[in-house]
């Protein structure tokens, strides 16, 4: 599997603010990048996916990517408590596998 | 978005014991199935790729005959875990690609293993 790295964190904010999710990536010719949600003692589930270069945009949620620096973002905005679980970066290898990043675990303060 | 339901959520076994996990696509087809193995704080890690009617293609480090995968068909796969050890405990998770919407994946419930 690839090489997907993201700080473990844990990443704390009040609620209300925003929440700033990085990623980087090994293989520059990755095309599809995903992040997922996973709260704790369950499966992860998908909040997007991102292809092209630019933002991405879906309600309270932002994903950046920049593949010319092999980077890809997620921001959370108006954090909420119950956004608050561990954030997974995951990029799709050319045969269909995704290579998942270790996540980064965020608490929103009440 | 589309169903994978995997059974059972959690399950506690003797050493030395096998354990199946099933993992069904409930509104779709699913050539293709995913199972991770996921231990605490960390990452999932793709154990193998089940193919429908194919055998499964096994990851590096993975091994083949003692975490078996059986795909008979496009909505079931499943893992058997084989004379099981306590550090095969873990939380396993199967995913499965619909043929409708290639570019993303969907994850069953998971399966909570302990081995005792």
């Known amino acids: 599997q690839k090489e997907v790295e993201q700080n473990s964190g844990p990443l704390s904010v009040p609620e209300g603010a925003i929440a700033s999710l990085n990623c980087t990536y090994s293989?520059?010719?990755?095309?599809?990048f995903f992040w997922y949600r996973q709260y704790s003692g369950k499966s992860p589930e998908l909040i997007m996916f991102?292809?092209?270069?630019g933002d991405k945009e879906d309600g309270r949620f932002t994903a950046q990517l920049n593949k010319a620096s092999q980077y890809v973002s997620l921001l959370i905005r108006d954090s909420q408590p119950s956004d608050s679980a561990t954030y997974l970066c995951?990029?799709?290898?050319?045969?269909?596998?995704?290579?998942f990043g270790a996540g980064t675990t965020v608490t929103v303060r009440a | 978005g589309a169903v994978v339901s995997q059974h059972p959520s959690w399950v506690i076994c003797k050493s030395g014991t096998s354990v199946k996990i099933e993992c069904r696509s409930l509104?779709?087809?699913?050539?293709?199935m995913f199972w991770y193995r996921q231990f605490p704080k960390q990452s999932l890690m793709l154990m193998a790729t089940s193919n429908e009617g194919s055998k499964a293609t096994y990851e590096q480090g993975v091994e083949k005959d003692k975490f078996l995968i059986n795909h008979a068909s496009l909505t079931l796969s499943t893992l058997t875990v084989t004379s099981a050890h306590p550090e095969d405990s873990s939380f396993y998770i199967c995913s499965a690609r619909d043929l409708g919407h290639l570019t993303e994946a969907f994850f069953g419930q998971g399966t909570r293993l302990t081995v005792v």
């Open positions: 995951a990029v799709k290898e050319n045969d269909y596998k995704l290579s």
């Open positions: 293989d520059r010719g990755s095309q599809s």
């Open positions: 509104d779709f087809q699913a050539t293709t």
């Open positions: 991102i292809y092209s270069n």
